[in-house]
């Protein structure tokens, strides 16, 4: 039996996403939860050309100019399934630099009002 890597904790928040893994005391990235992307149609292929084209965080914020910036959380709940895809996607692989089958995930949602 391999022994697996520690679990990997995102919590995505409507301001923030903070990201690292369990056992550490503070996260290991802390960013925009934000996504910027074209949103074009590549009509001859059948896909977007936004699927290859986005970034998220601080670099989603920086590129307002030439990309529409989405805000896929709203309320503390999931408004943009396609965006929060994408955003953790770019978590996982660009910031973290970790493979999903090395590890368990933990996402963190809001408590639930009483």
């Not at 977007?48 to 914020?61: K, R, V, Y």
């Not at 996982?92 to 590890?103: A, G, M, Q, S, V």
Request: net charge neutral; hydrophobic share 30%; charged share 25%.
């Amino acid at each position: 039996m391999t022994q697996r890597l520690p679990a990997v904790v995102i919590d995505n928040g409507t301001g923030y996403t903070k990201m690292g893994f369990a056992g550490n005391s503070e996260p290991s990235y802390i960013i925009p939860t934000a996504i910027a992307s074209n949103e074009e149609k590549d009509t001859t292929k059948g896909m977007s050309i936004e699927d290859l084209n986005f970034h998220i965080g601080d670099e989603a914020l920086s590129r307002s100019k030439a990309y529409q910036v989405y805000y896929p959380v709203r309320r503390g709940e999931v408004d943009n399934w396609t965006h929060m895809e994408k955003l953790w996607q770019h978590c996982i692989f660009k910031y973290l630099r970790t493979d999903p089958e090395d590890h368990f995930f933990c996402l963190v949602r809001r408590p639930l009002p009483r």
